[in-house]
């Protein structure tokens, strides 16, 4: 593993924070590759896309998930670029798969605001992940994601729905919930960056993050690739997970290692 593929301090910094930037993770023409997958995504949404903002809200905030399969350039970015193998080096694993491709695209003047969560609860497995979070647009400090830093440490706390608030992965009470961060944010040590189109933040699944809306005049497109560490495991859950991979648990098994079609090892590259 090259670990000259991004330097120490930037390993150090994931590794204590749970979050890391990383500058030109992809050439300009990757760039334009993501952009032309993102554009295909929103033309031919799957039946797992959905509009993330409220009918009221001036702009739109579109997402979709797992379309790597059908749409190539999704799936050589995944694979080819820096992604996996960044990936690799800041979370120490000899390996990664792939575990899944996420669009969200904030159109200028949206006003809805990605709620601080944590992805790992949302999740049907254990063990280390990451998620790289890739703008083609430039993307400036005020329209940025957001991330608490040390929260990947843990723990666990209570995954809602975004709109309505509701918990329907874990019973209530089962899990903390999260502070209210934005009543008192000079508390908290919150991480954003000015961005450039193909830098990207690698955050941890446990990473406490969320994302203002977008008032500016452009749009945020950001292409978000999750991969998982060799230690993952599958932990089928009770409820629908986000995204659901439905019939999973029939094809492996409680505890299991990813190793399924679903989720390719894409470091070290085949």
Not at 77 to 103: C, E, F, I, K, T
Not at 221 to 239: D, G, I, K, M, T
Not at 242 to 254: H, I, N, R
Request: charged share 25%; hydrophobic share 40%; with cysteine.
């Amino acid at each position: 593993m090259d670990e000259a593929v991004v330097d120490a301090e930037t390993v150090a910094a994931y590794q204590r924070d749970g979050v890391a930037c990383v500058r030109a993770l992809l050439s300009p023409e990757e760039v334009e590759r993501a952009r032309r997958a993102i554009q295909v995504v929103l033309d031919e949404p799957s039946p797992l896309a959905q509009v993330a903002s409220n009918a009221d809200d001036p702009g739109a905030f579109t997402e979709d998930f797992c379309r790597w399969q059908e749409v190539p350039e999704i799936e050589a970015l995944a694979r080819r670029s820096r992604a996996p193998q960044v990936a690799a080096v800041l979370m120490g694993s000899a390996s990664v798969r792939l575990y899944h491709d996420h669009v969200l695209v904030k159109e200028g003047g949206t006003r809805q605001r990605t709620p601080w969560h944590q992805d790992q609860p949302y999740y049907n497995v254990s063990g280390r992940g990451v998620s790289a979070w890739i703008p083609v647009d430039p993307v400036p400090l005020a329209g940025c994601l957001e991330t608490l830093a040390a929260t990947h440490l843990g723990p666990w706390l209570m995954p809602r729905t975004f709109l309505a608030g509701e918990a329907k992965w874990f019973p209530e009470g089962s899990l903390g919930e999260l502070p209210d961060i934005d009543a008192d944010r000079a508390a908290f040590d919150i991480r954003s960056f000015d961005m450039q189109p193909g830098d990207a933040i690698f955050f941890d699944f446990l990473t406490v993050h969320g994302a203002p809306g977008f008032p500016f005049a452009g749009r945020r497109r950001v292409l978000s690739l999750r991969y998982l560490s060799e230690e993952a495991r599958h932990s089928p859950r009770r409820w629908r997970t986000s995204p659901s991979f439905d019939g999973l648990d029939a094809e492996l098994a409680d505890g299991a290692p990813m190793a399924h079609r679903l989720f390719p090892v894409v470091w070290p590259a085949s």
